[in-house]
């Protein structure tokens, strides 16, 4: 499967911002989907996903603030992201993978480029 991550951008904090993972490939509802965020000379970070089942999970700075959602007609995962802050300035990435632990980024064999997320304070 191929992943493209876009819809980020510069935000005030306390805005919203939608992000969009569109895949390719015959077999997208095998997937458990996901998102990551990585700050550059940091590890890359957990913060979302979702299983076929469309079951939701998430970190504890995403709970409450960010909703993950996925269209499997289209082949599309989102993250809508509110409430932002300045410390969710970092590039957000969309993941693909077959394993249900869903927190570890090894779990996800196929990843997306990024896409930048800037919140000003």
């Known amino acids: 499967v191929q992943l493209q991550a876009y819809g980020g951008g510069l935000v005030q904090a306390g805005g919203s911002v939608r992000l969009s993972c569109s895949a390719s490939?015959?077999?997208?509802?095998?997937?458990?989907m996901a998102w990551f965020r990585q700050a550059p000379g940091k590890e890359r970070e957990f913060v979302s996903a979702i299983t076929w089942r469309k079951n939701t999970y998430y970190s504890d700075s995403a709970k409450g603030r960010f909703t993950i959602s996925r269209d499997n007609a289209k082949k599309m995962v989102y993250l809508q992201m509110n409430s932002l802050k300045p410390e969710d300035t970092t590039v957000y990435f969309c993941?693909?993978?077959?394993?249900?632990?869903?927190?570890?980024?090894?779990?996800?064999?196929?990843w997306g480029q990024g896409t930048q997320v800037t919140v000003s304070s």
């Open positions: 993941a693909a993978g077959y394993s249900d632990v869903l927190r570890d980024q090894n779990s996800y064999g196929y």
């Open positions: 490939g015959r077999t997208f509802t095998s997937y458990y």
